[in-house]
């Protein structure tokens, strides 16, 4: 897991503002996801990209945008629409060829988002 | 829709002690059951992981059940020591690519 990076380690936004969070990996997988968590509750997916160029809207995420141009990055943009950006922010990969429910995710070390 | 429950929330045992964490999924399709345990302030790591050919594997002190019929997995951890201590979290492959997680069981090992 050593080899997918997220920065930067913490992040302040200001109301109004957008914020971008850096994930990259260099383990050649196909597939990327991020995740946010927040106390007490589980991993809850914003989106997802299985190649790049494609992506797809998780379960939240209304207020975030991502592009996926190169294979071995995926930024999240928080926008100014997500009222409640505070949250610990999880990147995540995984090979892409059996689908990302059939295999190990790896994890980012994460970017903690604060609103000031 | 897709969704599993974890139990216990929180999980108090001695040192040495047995500790068992459950989970229930609700997509009779998943063949995938990962556990991820989480230290305070990093990231989620892979401990063991199980797929649906199979009933049980163990690896050293942690083990995974695996009931297909009945939709529930469980984790075990034997001979608990205080670097055990952290949050684990189930998981299992849904239908679509991606995996649906609980919401963690926080285990704390006294020693």
């Known amino acids: 897991d050593g080899g997918i990076t997220q920065s930067p380690k913490y992040l302040f936004r200001k109301e109004g503002q957008n914020v971008t969070l850096s994930c990259e990996q260099n383990l050649n997988h196909d597939a990327m996801y991020w995740y946010r968590q927040d106390p007490g509750q589980g991993l809850r997916l914003i989106y997802y990209s299985q190649i790049v160029n494609d992506f797809q809207k998780g379960d939240i995420a209304e207020g975030y945008s991502v592009s996926r141009e190169k294979k071995e990055s995926f930024p999240l943009t928080v926008t100014s629409a997500q009222k409640n950006p505070t949250a610990f922010y999880l990147c995540?990969?995984?090979?892409?060829?059996?689908?990302?429910?059939?295999?190990?995710?790896?994890f980012g070390p994460g970017t903690r988002l604060l609103v000031l | 829709g897709e969704n599993v429950e974890q139990h216990p929330s929180t999980l108090s045992v001695q040192e040495g002690d047995s500790a068992v964490i459950k989970c229930t999924y609700s997509d009779s399709a998943s063949n995938y059951f990962p556990w991820y345990k989480q230290e305070l302030g990093k990231r989620p790591q892979l401990i063991i992981d199980i797929r649906s050919n199979v009933g049980e594997k163990k690896d050293q002190r942690i083990a995974v059940t695996l009931n297909k019929t009945a939709k529930h997995f469980s984790l075990h951890i034997t001979e608990t020591q205080p670097e055990d201590s952290a949050v684990y979290f189930c998981?299992?492959?849904?239908?679509?690519?991606?995996?649906?997680f609980g919401t963690g069981t926080l285990l704390a090992v006294q020693p």
């Open positions: 998981s299992y492959g849904g239908a679509t690519n991606k995996l649906i």
């Open positions: 995540a990969s995984s090979i892409g060829s059996a689908g990302g429910g059939q295999e190990t995710q790896y």
